[in-house]
Protein backbone atom coordinates (compact mmCIF):
# COMPACT_ATOMS: atom_id res chain seq x y z
CA UNK A 1 0.00 0.00 0.00
CA UNK A 2 1.25 3.13 -0.82
CA UNK A 3 1.95 5.15 2.16
CA UNK A 4 1.44 8.98 3.17
CA UNK A 5 4.37 10.11 5.42
CA UNK A 6 3.25 12.93 7.40
CA UNK A 7 5.49 13.03 10.08
CA UNK A 8 6.66 16.42 11.24
CA UNK A 9 10.26 15.02 11.52
CA UNK A 10 12.51 13.21 10.87
CA UNK A 11 9.97 13.54 7.99
CA UNK A 12 8.95 12.99 4.26
CA UNK A 13 12.51 13.21 1.61
CA UNK A 14 12.18 13.54 -1.83
CA UNK A 15 12.34 10.03 -3.41
CA UNK A 16 15.14 11.79 -5.46
CA UNK A 17 17.18 11.99 -2.49
CA UNK A 18 16.32 8.38 -1.37
CA UNK A 19 17.36 6.86 -4.91
CA UNK A 20 20.66 9.25 -4.95
CA UNK A 21 21.58 8.07 -0.95
CA UNK A 22 21.32 4.48 -1.98
CA UNK A 23 23.22 4.62 -4.76
CA UNK A 24 26.05 6.51 -2.72
CA UNK A 25 25.73 4.00 -0.04
CA UNK A 26 27.30 1.43 -2.15
CA UNK A 27 29.34 3.28 -4.71
CA UNK A 28 30.06 6.91 -4.10
CA UNK A 29 31.00 9.08 -7.36
CA UNK A 30 32.65 6.11 -8.99
CA UNK A 31 34.49 5.57 -6.23
CA UNK A 32 33.81 2.02 -5.49
CA UNK A 33 33.33 2.62 -1.62
CA UNK A 34 29.97 3.96 -0.07
CA UNK A 35 29.42 7.65 1.10
CA UNK A 36 29.78 6.78 3.97
CA UNK A 37 33.63 5.01 3.93
CA UNK A 38 34.88 7.72 2.21
CA UNK A 39 37.57 10.51 4.16
CA UNK A 40 35.59 14.16 3.92
CA UNK A 41 38.84 15.12 2.38
CA UNK A 42 38.61 13.51 -0.47
CA UNK A 43 38.20 15.40 -3.40
CA UNK A 44 34.90 13.70 -4.18
CA UNK A 45 33.56 14.65 -1.02
CA UNK A 46 34.69 18.54 -1.13
CA UNK A 47 32.77 18.74 -4.20
CA UNK A 48 29.92 17.39 -2.49
CA UNK A 49 30.24 19.96 0.35
CA UNK A 50 31.22 23.39 -2.07
CA UNK A 51 28.19 21.88 -4.78
CA UNK A 52 25.78 21.93 -1.19
CA UNK A 53 26.69 25.67 0.19
CA UNK A 54 26.61 26.90 -3.54
CA UNK A 55 23.15 25.56 -3.78
CA UNK A 56 22.08 27.39 -0.73
CA UNK A 57 23.29 30.05 -1.66
CA UNK A 58 21.87 29.66 -5.31
CA UNK A 59 18.44 28.69 -4.33
CA UNK A 60 18.29 31.23 -1.39
CA UNK A 61 19.46 34.02 -3.32
CA UNK A 62 22.05 34.46 -0.32
CA UNK A 63 24.20 38.11 -0.43
CA UNK A 64 27.62 38.44 -0.47
CA UNK A 65 29.17 38.82 2.98
CA UNK A 66 27.27 35.06 4.03
CA UNK A 67 28.83 32.56 5.47
CA UNK A 68 26.68 29.39 4.72
CA UNK A 69 27.78 26.16 7.24
CA UNK A 70 26.70 22.49 7.71
CA UNK A 71 27.14 22.32 11.32
CA UNK A 72 26.09 19.35 13.85
CA UNK A 73 24.64 19.49 17.36
CA UNK A 74 20.94 20.27 15.98
CA UNK A 75 18.83 23.20 15.84
CA UNK A 76 19.17 22.90 19.89
CA UNK A 77 22.69 23.88 19.68
CA UNK A 78 22.13 26.80 17.56
CA UNK A 79 19.73 28.36 20.76
CA UNK A 80 23.11 28.81 22.75
CA UNK A 81 25.50 29.35 19.44
CA UNK A 82 23.34 32.31 18.60
CA UNK A 83 24.01 34.02 21.44
CA UNK A 84 27.11 32.96 22.76
CA UNK A 85 28.35 34.68 19.31
CA UNK A 86 26.22 37.52 18.74
CA UNK A 87 24.64 39.32 22.18
CA UNK A 88 26.89 41.58 23.05
CA UNK A 89 24.75 42.75 26.07
CA UNK A 90 21.00 42.66 25.16
CA UNK A 91 18.37 40.70 22.26
CA UNK A 92 14.86 40.21 21.54
CA UNK A 93 12.81 37.43 21.44
CA UNK A 94 9.72 36.82 19.98
CA UNK A 95 8.00 33.83 21.80
CA UNK A 96 5.80 31.95 19.67
CA UNK A 97 6.19 27.83 21.03
CA UNK A 98 8.00 25.13 22.35
CA UNK A 99 11.31 26.05 20.38
CA UNK A 100 11.22 30.08 20.98
CA UNK A 101 11.02 29.34 24.62
CA UNK A 102 13.81 26.79 24.88
CA UNK A 103 15.83 29.19 22.59
CA UNK A 104 15.21 32.12 25.22
CA UNK A 105 16.32 29.83 27.87
CA UNK A 106 19.72 29.36 26.23
CA UNK A 107 20.13 33.34 25.70
CA UNK A 108 19.69 33.88 29.29
CA UNK A 109 22.93 32.48 30.32
CA UNK A 110 24.16 35.16 28.32
CA UNK A 111 22.85 38.17 28.73
CA UNK A 112 19.44 40.26 29.22
CA UNK A 113 16.48 39.07 26.66
CA UNK A 114 13.86 40.79 26.29
CA UNK A 115 10.71 38.85 25.36
CA UNK A 116 8.52 41.64 23.31
CA UNK A 117 5.62 39.23 23.37
CA UNK A 118 4.30 35.82 23.04
CA UNK A 119 1.43 33.44 23.13
CA UNK A 120 1.75 31.28 25.86
CA UNK A 121 -1.66 32.92 27.19
CA UNK A 122 -3.42 30.92 24.44
CA UNK A 123 -1.03 27.66 24.54
CA UNK A 124 1.05 29.22 21.18
CA UNK A 125 -2.27 29.00 19.38
CA UNK A 126 -1.41 32.15 17.06
CA UNK A 127 0.86 35.18 16.55
CA UNK A 128 1.64 38.19 18.67
CA UNK A 129 1.34 41.32 16.45
CA UNK A 130 2.29 44.99 16.62
CA UNK A 131 4.98 44.27 19.49
CA UNK A 132 7.60 46.45 19.97
CA UNK A 133 11.30 45.81 19.08
CA UNK A 134 14.01 48.37 21.11
CA UNK A 135 16.30 49.33 18.95
CA UNK A 136 19.50 48.69 21.28
CA UNK A 137 19.25 45.27 21.15
CA UNK A 138 21.78 43.47 19.15
CA UNK A 139 19.09 41.21 17.46
CA UNK A 140 15.51 39.88 17.27
CA UNK A 141 15.04 35.86 17.34
CA UNK A 142 12.41 34.25 16.22
CA UNK A 143 10.93 31.41 14.96
CA UNK A 144 9.24 31.67 11.85
CA UNK A 145 7.28 27.77 11.56
CA UNK A 146 6.04 26.40 15.01
CA UNK A 147 6.56 22.76 14.00
CA UNK A 148 4.58 21.77 17.28
CA UNK A 149 1.46 24.17 17.30
CA UNK A 150 0.74 24.71 13.54
CA UNK A 151 1.69 28.52 13.02
CA UNK A 152 4.01 30.28 11.35
CA UNK A 153 5.23 33.63 10.52
CA UNK A 154 4.68 34.12 6.50
CA UNK A 155 7.07 37.07 6.59
CA UNK A 156 9.96 38.44 7.07
CA UNK A 157 9.45 40.62 10.21
CA UNK A 158 9.95 44.25 9.75
CA UNK A 159 12.41 45.34 12.93
CA UNK A 160 14.95 48.37 13.24
CA UNK A 161 17.64 45.47 13.80
CA UNK A 162 19.14 42.25 12.71
CA UNK A 163 17.01 39.17 12.40
CA UNK A 164 18.25 35.90 13.79
CA UNK A 165 15.95 33.07 12.86
CA UNK A 166 15.34 29.48 13.75
CA UNK A 167 13.77 28.28 10.43
CA UNK A 168 13.99 24.28 11.04
CA UNK A 169 10.86 23.79 9.59
CA UNK A 170 10.03 26.06 6.96
CA UNK A 171 13.64 26.74 5.17
CA UNK A 172 12.79 26.51 1.64
CA UNK A 173 9.36 26.88 1.70
CA UNK A 174 9.88 30.07 -0.07
CA UNK A 175 12.11 33.61 -0.71
CA UNK A 176 13.15 34.97 2.06
CA UNK A 177 15.14 38.14 2.20
CA UNK A 178 18.50 36.91 3.74
CA UNK A 179 20.00 40.77 3.51
CA UNK A 180 17.58 41.27 6.85
CA UNK A 181 19.25 38.66 8.66
CA UNK A 182 22.55 38.40 11.41
CA UNK A 183 22.03 34.65 11.49
CA UNK A 184 19.20 31.91 10.00
CA UNK A 185 19.94 28.65 11.29
CA UNK A 186 17.77 24.81 10.29
CA UNK A 187 18.08 21.66 12.02
CA UNK A 188 17.55 19.62 8.08
CA UNK A 189 15.59 17.03 9.07
CA UNK A 190 12.33 18.90 8.71
CA UNK A 191 12.63 20.57 5.01
CA UNK A 192 15.89 19.16 4.41
CA UNK A 193 17.63 16.40 4.51
CA UNK A 194 17.93 13.19 7.55
CA UNK A 195 18.97 14.67 11.19
CA UNK A 196 22.91 15.02 11.59
CA UNK A 197 23.35 18.03 10.37
CA UNK A 198 22.05 21.97 11.08
CA UNK A 199 22.11 24.56 8.06
CA UNK A 200 23.96 27.70 8.92
CA UNK A 201 23.75 31.21 7.74
CA UNK A 202 25.47 33.86 8.96
CA UNK A 203 26.55 37.43 7.86
CA UNK A 204 30.16 37.62 8.60
CA UNK A 205 29.92 40.96 9.82
CA UNK A 206 27.41 40.12 12.65
CA UNK A 207 30.70 38.14 13.77
CA UNK A 208 33.74 39.02 15.86
CA UNK A 209 31.48 41.50 17.98
CA UNK A 210 31.34 39.87 21.00
CA UNK A 211 33.79 40.23 24.02
CA UNK A 212 33.72 36.96 25.88
CA UNK A 213 36.05 33.97 24.86
CA UNK A 214 34.02 31.54 22.52
CA UNK A 215 35.12 27.98 23.07
CA UNK A 216 36.11 26.65 19.69
CA UNK A 217 33.60 24.43 18.51
CA UNK A 218 31.19 26.76 19.26
CA UNK A 219 32.11 29.60 17.42
CA UNK A 220 30.81 30.39 13.63
CA UNK A 221 34.50 32.03 12.88
CA UNK A 222 35.79 28.37 13.23
CA UNK A 223 33.75 26.70 10.49
CA UNK A 224 33.95 29.76 8.64
CA UNK A 225 37.40 29.59 8.35
CA UNK A 226 37.52 26.05 7.62
CA UNK A 227 34.26 25.91 5.32
CA UNK A 228 32.40 23.21 7.85
CA UNK A 229 35.66 21.08 7.90
CA UNK A 230 37.28 22.01 11.07
CA UNK A 231 36.32 18.49 12.49
CA UNK A 232 34.74 15.39 10.37
CA UNK A 233 31.63 16.81 9.00
CA UNK A 234 28.25 14.57 8.84
CA UNK A 235 29.29 13.62 5.06
CA UNK A 236 25.94 11.22 4.48
CA UNK A 237 23.36 13.84 5.89
CA UNK A 238 25.42 16.54 3.75
CA UNK A 239 25.59 14.02 1.14
CA UNK A 240 21.91 13.55 0.97
CA UNK A 241 21.03 17.48 1.67
CA UNK A 242 22.71 17.88 -1.71
CA UNK A 243 20.57 15.49 -3.11
CA UNK A 244 17.35 17.71 -2.06
CA UNK A 245 18.87 20.76 -2.53
CA UNK A 246 19.21 19.53 -6.53
CA UNK A 247 15.78 18.59 -6.13
CA UNK A 248 14.95 21.81 -4.99
CA UNK A 249 16.46 23.64 -8.07
CA UNK A 250 14.84 20.91 -10.52
CA UNK A 251 11.62 21.72 -9.45
CA UNK A 252 11.65 25.67 -9.99
CA UNK A 253 13.69 26.53 -6.54
CA UNK A 254 11.62 27.89 -3.34
CA UNK A 255 8.95 30.45 -5.48
CA UNK A 256 7.65 26.76 -6.95
CA UNK A 257 7.55 25.18 -3.96
CA UNK A 258 5.83 28.33 -2.31
CA UNK A 259 3.00 27.93 -4.70
CA UNK A 260 2.90 24.06 -4.67
CA UNK A 261 2.75 24.84 -0.24
CA UNK A 262 -0.03 27.33 -0.42
CA UNK A 263 -2.32 25.12 -2.88
CA UNK A 264 -1.39 21.91 -0.32
CA UNK A 265 -2.15 23.71 2.94
CA UNK A 266 -5.27 25.59 1.19
CA UNK A 267 -6.66 22.06 0.18
CA UNK A 268 -6.53 20.50 4.02
CA UNK A 269 -7.40 24.08 5.58
CA UNK A 270 -10.86 24.33 3.46
CA UNK A 271 -12.10 20.43 3.84
CA UNK A 272 -11.04 21.28 8.14
CA UNK A 273 -13.08 24.61 7.89
CA UNK A 274 -16.14 23.01 6.24
CA UNK A 275 -15.77 19.70 7.44
CA UNK A 276 -18.25 18.97 10.66
CA UNK A 277 -16.14 16.20 12.64
CA UNK A 278 -12.72 19.08 12.33
CA UNK A 279 -11.55 21.80 13.11
CA UNK A 280 -8.55 23.40 12.28
CA UNK A 281 -6.65 24.34 15.80
CA UNK A 282 -5.34 28.09 14.62
CA UNK A 283 -8.34 30.00 14.06
CA UNK A 284 -6.66 33.00 12.54
CA UNK A 285 -6.16 32.08 9.10
CA UNK A 286 -3.44 34.78 8.31
CA UNK A 287 -1.23 32.46 11.58
CA UNK A 288 -1.63 28.96 9.73
CA UNK A 289 1.26 27.30 9.23
CA UNK A 290 1.44 26.13 5.48
CA UNK A 291 4.31 22.97 6.62
CA UNK A 292 2.34 21.64 9.87
CA UNK A 293 -1.30 21.62 9.91
CA UNK A 294 -2.53 21.26 13.00
CA UNK A 295 -6.17 20.35 13.69
CA UNK A 296 -8.71 18.40 16.68
CA UNK A 297 -12.16 16.74 15.93
CA UNK A 298 -14.98 19.13 16.87
CA UNK A 299 -15.50 18.96 20.52
CA UNK A 300 -19.09 16.94 19.79
CA UNK A 301 -17.21 14.43 18.02
CA UNK A 302 -14.33 14.17 20.47
CA UNK A 303 -14.83 10.32 21.48
CA UNK A 304 -13.75 9.61 17.20
CA UNK A 305 -10.53 10.58 17.65
CA UNK A 306 -9.16 7.65 18.14
CA UNK A 307 -10.98 5.81 15.58
CA UNK A 308 -10.11 8.34 12.72
CA UNK A 309 -6.63 7.79 13.59
CA UNK A 310 -7.17 3.99 12.94
CA UNK A 311 -9.48 4.65 9.92
CA UNK A 312 -6.22 7.01 8.39
CA UNK A 313 -3.57 4.66 9.22
CA UNK A 314 -5.69 1.88 7.82
CA UNK A 315 -5.40 3.92 4.26
CA UNK A 316 -1.56 4.43 4.65
CA UNK A 317 -1.11 7.10 6.39
CA UNK A 318 1.31 7.67 9.05
CA UNK A 319 2.66 10.22 11.28
CA UNK A 320 -1.12 12.27 12.01
CA UNK A 321 -1.07 11.95 15.75
CA UNK A 322 -0.68 15.15 17.14
CA UNK A 323 1.97 16.42 19.44
CA UNK A 324 1.25 15.36 23.36
CA UNK A 325 1.26 19.65 24.43
CA UNK A 326 -1.07 20.22 21.62
CA UNK A 327 -3.27 16.82 21.39
CA UNK A 328 -5.24 16.01 18.17
CA UNK A 329 -3.96 16.04 14.79
CA UNK A 330 -1.28 17.29 12.97
CA UNK A 331 -0.26 16.74 9.15
CA UNK A 332 3.11 17.83 8.18
CA UNK A 333 2.96 18.91 4.45
CA UNK A 334 6.52 19.92 3.69
CA UNK A 335 8.19 20.73 0.25
CA UNK A 336 8.59 16.68 -0.43
CA UNK A 337 4.78 15.81 0.13
CA UNK A 338 3.00 15.69 -2.90
CA UNK A 339 -0.53 17.16 -3.15
CA UNK A 340 -1.97 13.31 -3.87
CA UNK A 341 -1.11 12.08 0.11
CA UNK A 342 -2.46 15.82 1.32
CA UNK A 343 -5.49 15.16 -1.03
CA UNK A 344 -6.05 11.08 0.27
CA UNK A 345 -6.21 12.73 4.00
CA UNK A 346 -9.24 15.25 2.45
CA UNK A 347 -10.77 12.23 1.00
CA UNK A 348 -10.43 10.10 4.00
CA UNK A 349 -12.11 12.72 5.83
CA UNK A 350 -14.81 12.98 3.76
CA UNK A 351 -15.26 9.96 3.90
CA UNK A 352 -15.39 9.14 7.59
CA UNK A 353 -17.59 11.94 8.00
CA UNK A 354 -19.98 10.13 5.57
CA UNK A 355 -19.87 7.54 8.33
CA UNK A 356 -20.81 9.62 11.45
C1 LIG B 1 12.66 20.28 15.37
C2 LIG B 1 12.90 21.69 15.70
C3 LIG B 1 13.95 22.08 16.55
C4 LIG B 1 14.87 21.09 17.22
O1 LIG B 1 15.79 20.62 16.32
P1 LIG B 1 16.94 19.60 16.74
O2 LIG B 1 17.70 19.48 15.45
O3 LIG B 1 16.27 18.34 17.18
O4 LIG B 1 17.73 20.22 17.82
C5 LIG B 1 14.13 23.43 16.78
N1 LIG B 1 13.32 24.35 16.22
C6 LIG B 1 12.30 24.01 15.41
C7 LIG B 1 11.45 25.08 14.81
C8 LIG B 1 12.06 22.67 15.12
O5 LIG B 1 11.05 22.33 14.32
Known amino acids: MKKHNFYAGPSIL ?6 KVAEAAM ?12 SHRSKEFVAVMDEAIALVKELLKVPEGYSVLFLQGGASTQ ?6 NLMKGKAAYLNTGSWSSKAIKEAKLFGEVVEVASS ?27 TIFGTEILEDPEVPVQLVADMSSDIFSRPIDV ?21 VIVRDAALGKVERPIPTMLNYQTHIDKESMFNTPSTLPVFACLQTLKW ?28 KLFEPNI ?17 AFAELEKEFLEFATSKGMVGLKGHRSVGGFRA ?14 VDAMKEFESKH
Do not use: C, W
Open 27 to 38: NFAGTGLSVMEV
Open 14 to 19: PEFTKE
Open 332 to 345: STYNAMPVESVQAL
Open 248 to 275: LKENGGVEEMQKVNIAKAKLLYDELDRN
Open 79 to 84: FLMAPY
Open 283 to 299: KAKEDRSLMNITFIMNP
Open 179 to 199: SKYGLIYAGAQKNLGPSGTTL
Open 120 to 146: KDANFNYIPKNYEVPADVDYLHYTSNN
